[in-house]
């Protein structure tokens, strides 16, 4: 066997690589989802002193480099602060951070897209603020944020492969261990973006037919 030659075992690198990257995007994903919904919720509600704190986040997260924050949290937190961060705790704060400041924008301008007279009729009616959230803006917001939602997500799984500067034995760390090792850049590559790809798509996909069946389930509410 040559030293550039391809092996089986490269199959199991690859998908331990992409393993690794659907685990933090699907991880990052969720917490991004819970925070960004937060704030959205406490920028609606107007909460003194935490509504503008969190405007000023969201806008400095989603306006500088993610490469620049994963720097800054793996290499300037434990500096500043004399702490160990591992490079998956840096990638998970980092994507995390930056999955949130995103949702926080998209769930802001899904819920103002939502007309002030259901709101204030719904009041009117006795609804409670969680009943109102619950009822009348969660299922419409939804609906609302769903496509761009999907979109930002198929950017963040891209996004994903930036860690791997940062020492993550990702899918794009092991393309590039594979590159180094075969001496094959356009094969290894190209696969690599195969699956990357393939991934995607199921996002896509999926985004697609919830978001179908979101927009079917409030026309059928009569929203």
């Known amino acids: 066997m040559r030293y550039t030659s391809f092996t089986s075992y490269d199959v199991v690198l690859l998908a331990q690589g992409l393993g690794v990257s659907l685990a933090l995007f699907l991880t990052t994903t969720v917490i991004g989802l819970l925070l960004g919904t937060i704030w959205a919720v406490i920028r609606f509600y107007r909460v003194p002193v935490l509504s503008p704190l969190i405007a000023v986040l969201a806008e400095l997260l989603k306006n500088s480099p993610v490469l620049v924050q994963l720097f800054l949290v793996f290499f300037g937190l434990p500096a500043l602060l004399k702490i160990n961060v591992t490079p998956v705790e840096a990638a ?14 998209i769930a802001v301008s899904a819920i103002e897209s939502i007309g002030r007279d259901q709101i204030e009729s719904a009041r009117v009616f006795g609804l409670s ?11 419409q917001a939804m609906a609302f944020a769903i496509g761009p939602l999907t979109g930002l997500l198929v950017n963040q799984l891209q996004v994903t492969s930036l860690i791997s500067v940062i020492g993550v034995v990702d899918l794009t760390k092991i393309g590039n261990i594979l590159n180094l090792r075969t001496l094959k850049p356009f094969i290894v590559w190209t696969i690599v973006g195969a699956l990357y790809y393939a991934t995607a798509k199921l996002v896509a996909f999926g985004g697609a037919t919830l978001e179908k069946r979101l927009r079917a389930h409030s026309a059928w ?3």
């Open 129 to 139: 603020r969680w009943q109102v959230l619950r009822h009348i803006i969660a299922p």
């Open 92 to 105: 998970l704060i980092t994507l995390s951070g930056n999955t949130a400041a995103f949702i926080y924008v």
């Open 221 to 223: 509410k009569g929203l």
